[in-house]
């Protein structure tokens, strides 16, 4: 059974900074594209960040431009994935999920991904 799970959430200051990892678990990862959303109450699920399959256990990277140069997402083991989120504001407050998927093109959708972890609160407090 396949599972994703996330970790490292919390309550942070404006200008601090977390690290949000993600390991997933039950099958073959290595070639699935690993992606972060959030989703803030109100709102639509939005993208963050992919790290893509490219060549042999080599990975591209993508960002949202709204956390472009903020936020830097890293690959390890080919499974397990982390965000490192500095420079946060209030308005990066949200539920954050990690995402695996297959098949897909970019990967900015979500509908683009097969397995999803519970999500873990971020919040940036004023």
């Known amino acids: 059974q396949v599972h994703v799970v996330e970790s490292g959430g919390g309550l942070v200051q404006t200008g601090g900074s977390m690290r949000l990892s993600c390991v997933a678990s039950?099958?073959?990862?290595?070639?699935?594209?690993m992606g972060w959303f959030r989703q803030a109450p109100g709102k639509e699920r939005e993208f963050i960040a992919v790290?893509?399959?490219?060549?042999?256990?080599?990975?591209?990277a993508d960002y949202a431009d709204s956390v472009k140069g903020r936020f830097t997402i890293s690959r390890d083991n080919g499974i397990t994935v982390s965000l490192r989120m500095n420079s946060l504001k209030p308005e990066d407050t949200a539920i954050y999920y990690c995402?695996?998927?297959?098949?897909?093109?970019?990967?900015?959708?979500?509908?683009?991904?097969?397995?999803w972890g519970q999500g873990t609160q971020v919040t940036v407090s004023s």
């Open positions: 995402a695996a998927g297959l098949g897909g093109s970019v990967y900015r959708s979500q509908y683009e991904y097969d397995y």
């Open positions: 039950g099958g073959t990862f290595r070639r699935y594209a």
């Open positions: 790290t893509r399959w490219a060549s042999a256990y080599n990975y591209d």
